[in-house]
C-alpha cells in the first residue's frame, strides 16, 4: 500500500513539475509512476483495488491538467510563465512582384556567386546569376522570379 501511495505521489509531484521543467520528461516519468502504481495496485489488490486505483490517477491527471492548462495561466505566477506579447515583423523582406520588377536593371550588393543580393529601385532583394560569377557593384538585368529570388542577366 506504500509502495502504491509513494509512486502516485511521485508521479504528481513529477506532472506539477513539468511546468517548470521543458520537455516533456517529467510528465513521461510522472505519467509511469502513476502507471506503475494502478499495476502495482492490481497485483495486491484484485480488479476492484486496481480499478480503484487507475479511477484515482485518472482523477489526479484531470486535476493536474486542469490546474496547469486553466488554472494556472490565470493566475500572477502564471501570466508571468507565459509569453503574452507577439512580433508583428517580418524575418524577410517582401518578395518582389512579377511585373515590377522585370526588365529593370539591378545592382550587385554583394558578389553574387551565382547568388546574392542586389538592389532593385531602392529596395534590396535575393537574386540568382545567369551569368555566373558577378562582382559587388555591377550592373545587371533582372529576367525573371523564383519562389524567394530574382533571376538576373548580365545586360
Not at 88 to 101: D, K
Not at 136 to 141: F, I, S, W, Y
Not at 143 to 153: A, E
Amino acid at each position: 500500500m506504500n509502495a502504491i501511495l509513494l509512486l502516485f505521489l511521485l508521479g504528481v509531484l513529477l506532472l506539477a513539475g513539468e511546468v517548470f521543467v521543458p520537455g516533456a520528461i517529467l510528465g513521461i516519468i510522472g505519467a509511469l509512476c502513476m502507471f506503475g502504481g494502478c499495476v502495482l495496485s492490481f497485483s495486491q489488490f484484485g480488479t476492484s483495488g486496481g480499478l480503484l486505483a487507475t479511477g484515482i490517477a485518472v482523477v489526479l491527471l484531470g486535476l493536474m491538467l486542469y490546474i496547469e492548462l486553466i488554472w494556472l495561466p490565470k493566475t500572477r505566477v502564471g501570466k508571468k510563465m507565459i509569453v503574452q506579447s507577439t512580433v508583428s515583423a517580418t524575418s524577410q523582406p517582401a518578395l518582389a512582384e512579377l511585373n515590377a520588377v522585370i526588365g529593370k536593371t539591378a545592382e550587385a550588393l554583394t558578389p553574387l556567386v551565382p547568388s546574392g543580393y542586389v538592389l532593385v529601385d531602392g529596395r534590396r532583394y535575393e537574386a540568382f546569376s545567369q551569368s555566373g560569377h558577378v562582382p559587388k557593384g555591377a550592373t545587371l538585368r533582372v529576367t525573371g522570379l523564383d519562389n524567394f529570388r530574382l533571376i538576373l542577366t548580365k545586360p
